[in-house]
């Protein structure tokens, strides 16, 4: 089993930056495959980015790329997700979740991965 936790949240003004980390237990996080999503109030949840279990591969949201990066520490059991040039409607609780041995463009898929963290509230203002 993997619990995951996440941080970072916060309150920034449009254009601004935000970094979100996501702690996972257990000893085998090098194995999981590492994804974000998002979800807005009265929206579905949707896909942000991913990185495979092996760490050689991401994906990203066509809207967010470019302005967003997912990275990794297999030492410190921690993904996470730098935002800049952040917009209003990035606004939304994002989660993070694990996916035991996972690759492919399948990871964009939430119904793909094994374990979910509680979420971080990140708002964007005009």
């Known amino acids: 089993q993997v619990q995951l936790v996440e941080s970072g949240g916060g309150l920034v003004q449009a254009g601004g930056s935000l970094r979100l980390s996501c702690a996972a237990s257990?000893?085998?996080?090098?194995?999981?495959?590492m994804g974000w999503f998002r979800q807005a109030p009265g929206k579905e949840r949707e896909f942000v980015t991913a990185t495979s279990w092996s760490g050689g591969s991401t994906y990203y949201a066509d809207s967010v790329k470019g302005r967003f990066t997912i990275s990794r520490d297999n030492t410190k059991n921690t993904v996470y997700l730098q935002m800049n040039s952040l917009k209003p409607q990035d606004t939304a609780v994002y989660y993070c979740?694990?996916?035991?041995?996972?690759?492919?463009?399948?990871?964009?898929?939430?119904?793909?991965?094994?374990?979910w963290g509680q979420g971080t509230q990140v708002t964007v203002s005009s």
């Open positions: 257990g000893r085998t996080f090098s194995q999981y495959a």
């Open positions: 979740a694990a996916d035991h041995m996972g690759w492919g463009t399948r990871l964009t898929s939430w119904n793909e991965y094994d374990y």
